[in-house]
Structure formats: structure tokens, C-alpha cells
């Protein structure tokens, strides 16, 4: 059975910081990973695929990168509405598609 | 723009049954393979059932597995759950999402609300 871990399960982050999350996959998922941001009481926004490619309209200060197991996404420059829970999935095995337990941003 | 809007959800005793909507706008609806995601109150998002976009090809999750059953009208670009012998566990907001490059979901609703109660 996959297993997606993500990495910490909580990130304090001044904003105009830097965010670095992580997420580990429990067996190679090559580059078909996706991120997604979901705010309180919202639904879940797809930002990143395959690994590093931004869906439509996400500013350039959210990136994605790695493949294999090892994966990360980089929120630069942290505004206010980035604090949010953060999702990574998997879709290299697929279904199910494998989603992560989240790593929530907070404010610091 | 793409609108994916649920309904149906609510309040059902354990071993209920109730049925999910979603209506889609905003984009060629036989195109694309479509999902139900779950996520319970205060936990993480669950995958739990796909469609592809002629209907043909369905999956579940193990868990709700000869207990729910996704359908498609493509005529009125309407996604259905029906949802049998429902267990508290099942308690959880259903998202439909469509599908995305690979196995990711691009778009979703905002959700409607299940809970299975007595």
C-alpha cells in the first residue's frame, strides 16, 4: 500500500518568509505528484502537477520539485492568504489516488 | 470557468441510504473522468470513487466498496453517489472533483455534508 508522508505536520512562517514542506512517498510515484491548498471551510485548490507544474492561475511564488520519493513544495515570499493546509497525492498508482495528512502553515 | 456544485447531503441514521449530486458547467462534462473525495471532520482528504467520462470504466475505494455506487448522466452533466448501509465512519463533507492531468483532480465543489447519526 503507498504511503504519502508529509513533513512537519505544522509550519510557523512569518509572512513575506519562506515555506519549505515536504513529502515522501513510500515507493517511487516517478513525477506524478500533485499539491493542493485548502483553507478553512473551503474545498481543496490544485496548485501543483506532476510534481512542478503550476495549474492556472497559481502565482509564480508557489514551486514544486523532486520526483522518485522525495518531493517538495516552496511557497516564497509568504502572503496572508497562503496560510492554509497543504496536500500532496500521489497518482503513479492510481486508483486510489494517495493523498498526504497534511502539513497546515500558520502564521508565526 | 469551471463549476462543480454538490447536493443532497445531510443528516441519516446509521444503515440509511442517501444520494449525492454534483452538477458540472463550465466544461465538456463527457470529456472527463470524475471523483468523489471525503474528508471526516477535522481529518485529511480520502479518495473513495472515480468514473471515466463515458461511464464505462468505475473504481472504489475499499472502503465504501459494494456499499456506494457512482453514475453519470452525460445528457444533463450530473454526477450521482448513491450511498447504501451508511456507517458513522462515512461521516465526512463529499467533495466532486474532476479529473486533472494524470490521476489529479483540477477542479472541485464545495462540498456537502454527510453525517450518519442516530
Known amino acids: 500500500e503507498m504511503v504519502m508522508t508529509q513533513s512537519p505536520a505544522t509550519l510557523s512562517v512569518s509572512p513575506g518568509e519562506r515555506a519549505t514542506l515536504s513529502c515522501r512517498a513510500s515507493e517511487s510515484v516517478s513525477s506524478n505528484l500533485a499539491w493542493y491548498q485548502q483553507k478553512p471551510g473551503q474545498a481543496p485548490r490544485l496548485l501543483i502537477h506532476?510534481?512542478?507544474t503550476r495549474a492556472t492561475g497559481v502565482p509564480a511564488r508557489f514551486s514544486g520539485s523532486g520526483s522518485g520519493t522525495e518531493f517538495t513544495l516552496t511557497i516564497n515570499s509568504l502572503q496572508s492568504e497562503d496560510f492554509a493546509v497543504y496536500y500532496c497525492q500521489q497518482y503513479n498508482k492510481w486508483p486510489p489516488g494517495t493523498f498526504g495528512q497534511g502539513t497546515k502553515v500558520e502564521i508565526k | 470557468e469551471v463549476e462543480l456544485v454538490e447536493s443532497g447531503g445531510g443528516l441519516v441514521q446509521p444503515g440509511g441510504s442517501l444520494r449525492l449530486s454534483c452538477a458540472a458547467s463550465?466544461?465538456?462534462?463527457?470529456?472527463?473522468?470524475m471523483n468523489w473525495v471525503r474528508q471526516a471532520p477535522g481529518k485529511g482528504l480520502e479518495w473513495v470513487s472515480s468514473?471515466?467520462?463515458?461511464?464505462?470504466?468505475?473504481f472504489y475505494a475499499d472502503s465504501v466498496k459494494g456499499r456506494f455506487t457512482i453514475s453519470r448522466d452525460n445528457a444533463k452533466n450530473l454526477l450521482y453517489f448513491q450511498m447504501s448501509s451508511l456507517r458513522a465512519e462515512d461521516t465526512a463533507v463529499y467533495y466532486c472533483a474532476r479529473a486533472g492531468p494524470g490521476g489529479s483532480y483540477w477542479s472541485w465543489g464545495q462540498g456537502t455534508l454527510v453525517t450518519v447519526s442516530s
Open positions: 463550465g466544461f465538456t462534462f463527457s470529456s472527463f473522468g
Open positions: 506532476g510534481a512542478s
Open positions: 468514473i471515466s467520462g463515458t461511464g464505462i470504466s468505475i
